[in-house]
C-alpha cells in the first residue's frame, strides 16, 4: 500500500510539473513576421522640360518640269529643345504629348542646270537645298516596364525651314543667284524609349521619320528667275535627351 501511495504521489508530482511547463510555454509570446515593403513603382504622370541632339539626314529629291528627277541624300546636326505633359492611365500605359524644336546643319550642294524657255539655252548651275530649322508637336502612347522604362512610340506635325539655291552664269557672263526660302510643314512618326535614371530625371532615345511632302518653288533674284520644278523633302533624325519632371 505505501509503494502504491508513493508511485501515486510522483505520477502526480510529475504531472503537475508537465502542466507547469505547457503553462510556461504558452506564456511566450507570438511574433508576427514584419511585412515586405512593397516596391516603388515609378510614376510617368507629369509635364518635363529637356533638350536633345543628334545626327539627321534628309532624303530629297527635285523635280523639273518636264519630269526629269534627281534625288540626292544630306547628313547633318540636330539640336534643341522639347517640352511635354504625360498621364499614366493604367498600370502600364502612358499617354501625352510633347513639342520639340531645334536647329539643323543640313545642306546638299550639287551640280544641276537650267533653261532659258525663250532662248532655250541650257546652263550650267549650282544647286544648293539647306534646313536650318526643324519643329514637331506630337502625341505619344508609352508601356512601361522594368519599373524605371517606358517605350512608345509617336507621331504628328512637323514643320521645317528651307533655302533652296541655283546659283548660274547668264549668257555674257553675268553672274546670279535667284533663292527661295520656304517653311514647309508635313507629318512625322516614330519611337524610343525613356530611363527614369533620377526621381525628377529622364534620359531617352528615339528616332523619328520626317515627311515634307513635294511642293514647287519659284527662285528669284537680281537678274534672274527659276521656276517650273519641285522639290520633296523627307528626313530620318536619331536623338538622345534629358528631360526634367515637375
Given amino acids: 500500500m505505501h509503494r502504491i501511495a508513493l508511485a501515486s504521489t510522483v505520477v502526480v508530482t510529475l504531472m503537475g510539473a508537465g502542466a507547469g511547463r505547457a503553462a510556461d510555454m504558452a506564456a511566450v509570446p507570438y511574433a508576427r513576421p514584419l511585412p515586405m515593403a512593397e516596391p516603388v513603382i515609378y510614376r510617368w504622370t507629369g ?7 543628334g545626327g539627321l539626314v534628309s532624303e530629297d529629291r527635285s523635280i523639273t518640269a518636264s519630269g526629269s528627277s534627281h534625288g540626292f541624300s544630306s547628313p547633318g546636326f540636330v539640336g534643341g ?5 504625360d498621364y499614366q492611365f493604367a498600370p502600364g500605359w502612358v499617354a501625352g504629348v510633347e513639342g520639340r524644336a531645334g536647329w539643323t546643319s543640313v545642306e546638299n550642294t550639287h551640280a544641276a542646270s537650267v533653261r532659258n524657255l525663250t532662248t532655250g539655252d541650257v546652263l550650267p548651275s549650282q544647286f544648293t537645298l539647306s534646313n536650318d530649322f526643324l519643329a514637331s508637336a506630337t502625341a505619344r502612347l508609352g508601356y512601361g516596364f522594368a519599373d524605371r522604362w ?12 528651307e533655302r533652296i539655291d541655283d546659283a548660274f552664269t547668264k ?3 553675268i553672274p546670279v543667284d535667284p533663292s527661295a526660302h520656304l517653311t514647309r510643314s508635313g507629318w512625322t512618326v516614330g519611337g524610343g524609349v525613356d530611363w527614369a535614371l533620377a526621381p525628377h530625371w529622364s534620359a531617352n532615345l528615339e528616332y523619328n521619320y520626317y515627311d515634307f511632302g513635294q511642293r514647287s518653288a519659284t527662285l528669284t533674284g537680281p537678274g534672274a528667275t527659276v521656276s517650273g520644278y519641285s522639290v520633296k523633302d523627307t528626313m530620318h533624325a536619331v536623338t538622345t535627351g534629358v528631360d526634367y519632371h515637375f
Fill in 81 to 85: 529643345g522639347q517640352v511635354g505633359c
Fill in 47 to 53: 509635364c518635363h522640360v529637356g533638350w536633345h541632339a
Fill in 150 to 161: 517606358l517605350a512608345y512610340v509617336r507621331g504628328g506635325a512637323a514643320w521645317t525651314h
Fill in 171 to 173: 549668257v555674257g557672263g
